[in-house]
């Protein structure tokens, strides 16, 4: 069946330093999903993608998606305390003629000030 | 305020004993989702149901039951049949259609004891 891994599976960064985490499915997806889960907390989604070797930024945040569609990344600028949580991507395909989404299985980021 | 509500938030289950987890949304959203969360783990699809009277087995749909008699609301039971029920449970919403993006309730703990 349709997996999407992401790595790493954890990351350690000093504030101010760069991060970015990559998301790979095994099947060519529609579109896919970024969504952020803090501490304690429930994922919240942050953004969509759905052309090939589409570019979205949010600030510090810069979204791409592959041009094959079966890969993305997120890389996050100059990381803050605030970054942290565990980012997880969401691919959505049609799977056995029904459309769904299948989480990545996450990345965990920690920032240290 | 819409959104989804989850309850309760945690609850604690004797070994044996079948256990019923609430979710209610007001998003007049079609599509509800059930995923399971363990402890630094990513989500795993349990249920889903695009319409009401309709759902499909996710991933991990052993030992867990579901029901979708009204729009607003998709209970989920563990029943005794699943081994290692001791997770964080999140309920979740979409419009349905492709690329919308997926509302998360705030979870539910369950612990076996």
Same mark, same amino acid.
């Given at each position: 069946g349709q997996q999407v891994m992401q790595i790493p599976q954890y990351q350690h960064v000093q504030e101010g330093e760069d991060f970015t985490t990559y998301c790979n499915s095994s099947t060519t997806l529609s579109n896919i999903q970024w969504y952020k889960q803090r501490p304690g907390g429930h994922p919240v989604f942050l953004i969509q993608l759905v052309k090939s070797g589409e570019v979205k930024k949010q600030k510090r945040l810069t979204f791409q998606f592959g041009e094959a569609k079966k890969n993305s990344s997120l890389h996050i600028t100059a990381?803050?305390?605030?970054?942290v949580g565990t980012y997880f991507c969401a691919g959505g395909a049609l799977t056995s003629g029904t459309y769904k989404y299948i989480f990545g299985t996450g990345t965990r980021l920690k920032v240290l000030a | 305020d819409g959104g989804i509500t989850q309850s309760p938030k945690y609850l604690f289950r004797k070994e044996g004993q079948n256990v019923t987890l609430s979710c209610e949304q !007001?998003? !007049?959203?079609?599509a509800m989702y059930w995923y399971r969360q363990d402890p630094g783990q990513g989500l795993r699809l349990i249920y889903y149901s695009q319409i009401v009277n309709d759902f499909q087995k996710g991933d991990i749909a052993e030992g867990y039951s579901v029901s979708r008699? $009204? $729009?607003e609301s998709f209970p989920l039971t563990v029943t005794?049949?699943? $081994? !290692?029920?001791?997770a964080f449970y999140l309920c979740a919403s979409s419009r349905g259609k492709t690329g919308n993006t997926i509302y998360f309730g705030e979870g539910s703990w369950l612990t076996v004891v």
């Amino acid at each position: 069946g349709q997996q999407v891994m992401q790595i790493p599976q954890y990351q350690h960064v000093q504030e101010g330093e760069d991060f970015t985490t990559y998301c790979n499915s095994s099947t060519t997806l529609s579109n896919i999903q970024w969504y952020k889960q803090r501490p304690g907390g429930h994922p919240v989604f942050l953004i969509q993608l759905v052309k090939s070797g589409e570019v979205k930024k949010q600030k510090r945040l810069t979204f791409q998606f592959g041009e094959a569609k079966k890969n993305s990344s997120l890389h996050i600028t100059a990381t803050q305390t605030t970054d942290v949580g565990t980012y997880f991507c969401a691919g959505g395909a049609l799977t056995s003629g029904t459309y769904k989404y299948i989480f990545g299985t996450g990345t965990r980021l920690k920032v240290l000030a | 305020d819409g959104g989804i509500t989850q309850s309760p938030k945690y609850l604690f289950r004797k070994e044996g004993q079948n256990v019923t987890l609430s979710c209610e949304q !007001n998003l !007049n959203h079609d599509a509800m989702y059930w995923y399971r969360q363990d402890p630094g783990q990513g989500l795993r699809l349990i249920y889903y149901s695009q319409i009401v009277n309709d759902f499909q087995k996710g991933d991990i749909a052993e030992g867990y039951s579901v029901s979708r008699e $009204k $729009k607003e609301s998709f209970p989920l039971t563990v029943t005794s049949a699943q $081994k !290692n029920p001791t997770a964080f449970y999140l309920c979740a919403s979409s419009r349905g259609k492709t690329g919308n993006t997926i509302y998360f309730g705030e979870g539910s703990w369950l612990t076996v004891v």
